[in-house]
């Protein structure tokens, strides 16, 4: 049976993985002309069952040795003592197994996984799908005409596929009140593997090192209601100029680069709305179908259990896909519905809405990471955080492996 996937960032390498190892014929389109590899992108978390998930795939090994091993924080405030956070410690509260890696890094890692054992077809895109119920009819903007068995949408939260098939992003996007900016710059501060933050009343900024590149990122989140075009960099680019301008702390030596900085990202911290993310033989995977919000909900742990747990119900319900499509979204929607639930409470802590938190958040995270691991672990248990990222039970389909496609069961 032939699935397309759209999107080769996260979800859509790992559903590619584990579709080959039961047996389906998978197809990856992915819009970029190549595969992401190196030290691209932001940092991202994989917390406990994401990271089973990669280790049953082979790779967990591969993404702890190119973690970020940015495991310490200075958190800054105007006329307040700097405090020093162990960043280790909170994860290690949070979860059992966690790494961070920049996000280009994990991609490379997921794609290498299932090289050869999925399709893959870069620098193109879905341009029209039909499904008849039957089968999905798919035309690319290549000219290319294809018949998929199923097609799932993993690109993300401007999805393509959500668009064609479920609506526009104008119905479907929650604005959670915030926005994101992030891009390169050289490491003027001699950060290393340290991560230095500020935080004010409705902002937030925070600079990383890119380990052994002699880089940073410099990340810039706050509060706003704006208007902006999401395909015009230079307005956006003005834009936080316009709302960073007189900040002062190390700001201005921030935005000395923005100009010439060509990977910068900016986008309005929004939530995907969908009710369900499955219609007939299409589907949606990841920040696609249910971004809880760019950097505060948890989307790439929740985008790798999601596509592990599709891969193993498409294979259980084989010769129904359309149900074996329901069946994964009944059994990932209370994991869905605790992440959107975090995302807004993440949101209130790392942009402080009023002077209370400010005063206060950083001496409790410090705090925080220097209890003991167990108490740590009872303490996020009791909230959404401990939902998300510490108790997902990972469903186990490995007498659903076919092996035939050449790999041990895990
Ligand atoms: C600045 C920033 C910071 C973040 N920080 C964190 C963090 O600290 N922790 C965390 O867990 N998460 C974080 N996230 C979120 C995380 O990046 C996403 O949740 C995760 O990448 C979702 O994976 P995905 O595969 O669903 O989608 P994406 O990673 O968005 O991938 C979508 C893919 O689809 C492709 N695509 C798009 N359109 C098309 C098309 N028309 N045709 C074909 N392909 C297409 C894209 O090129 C991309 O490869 C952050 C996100 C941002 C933007």
Redesign the pocket.
Known sequence: MKILI???????PVLAYWLHRYGFEPTV????PAARHGLGG????LYGAAAEVTRRMGCWDTIEAARTQLDSMTVERFGRRPVEVDLSRIYAGISSRHVEIL?GELTKVLYDAGRGSAEYLFGD??ASLHDDGEGVDVTFDSGLRRRFDLVIG???????VRRLVFGSEEELHRPLGGY?A?FSMPDVFGLGNHTLAHFSVGKLVGIYGVHQTGQVRA?FLFRGDLTYDHRDTDQQKALLVKEFGDYGWKVPQLLEHLQPAEDF?F?SIAQVTLESWVSGRVGL????GY?PG??VG??????VVAAYILAGELAAARSDLPSGLRNYERIIRPLVDSSRRLSPKVMGTVIPSNALTVRLMPGAAATLAKLPTALQRLIWSQNAVGKVFSSTALPDYSDLLQPESGQPVP
């Open positions: 759209s999107g080769a960032s996260v979800a859509g389109v992915e819009r970029t932001h940092a991202v978390d996000r895109s879905i993993a690109d993300g939260l401007h999805s393509n994101l992030v990340g990202y986008d995977v990841g920040d696609a971004c760019p950097a948890g989307g790439t742990s929740l985008a």
